[in-house]
């Protein structure tokens, strides 16, 4: 039978750490996606909610999804506008980390001056809305089952 005692030893054994960190690589994509898919590319904003100001919603039209079956098209941006499907090492060189208690999300080198001088410094990150998603929607989830079989 098991204990209240138990229960407790068992709680205080669980690395929330690490099992958060475990969870972030394991759903990386998505969570990286809500930044430059949902954020970037799709409302042309920042992490602060601010609206890039080299975004061009207007050159979405010239966005060709049919190619190759991926999110690239095959057209290049005519004039000012960025887009990070068009610069595909930028866009998929998106990566997300845990240091300490905070997700960091950015790209490699290169990708990152690129668009932090057309973006900005937050468009790195997520916006409360999409924080509330990671938290709520992929990080808890994924911890209450952990929690549950430490537990039994």
Same mark, same amino acid.
């Given at each position: ?17 690490? !099992?958060?960190? @475990? ?17 970037i590319f799709d409302k042309g904003i920042d992490a602060e909610g601010r609206k890039l100001s080299t975004y ?21 941006? @005519? ?7 068009? /610069? ?17 999300? /950015? ?7 690129? !668009? ?10 997520? /916006? ?25």
């Open positions: 039978m098991v204990t209240v005692s138990d229960f407790l030893k068992n709680l205080r054994a669980i690395d929330f750490k690490s !099992l958060t960190k @475990t969870i972030v690589e394991e759903n990386e994509k998505a969570i990286v996606d809500l930044n430059r898919r949902d954020q061009a919603p207007s050159t979405q039209s010239i966005f060709d999804t049919q190619d190759n079956g991926s999110d690239m098209g095959r057209h290049k941006p @005519t004039g000012y506008s960025y887009n990070l499907f068009w /610069t595909g090492q930028s866009y998929y060189g998106f990566y997300a980390y845990v240091r300490g208690l905070n997700l960091y999300i /950015t790209t490699n080198a290169r990708g990152r001056k690129l !668009l932090i001088q057309n973006g900005g410094e937050n468009i790195f990150g997520l /916006t409360l809305e999409n924080q509330n998603k990671v938290n709520w929607q992929i990080i808890a989830p994924k911890i209450n089952e952990a929690v549950r079989e430490k537990l039994l």
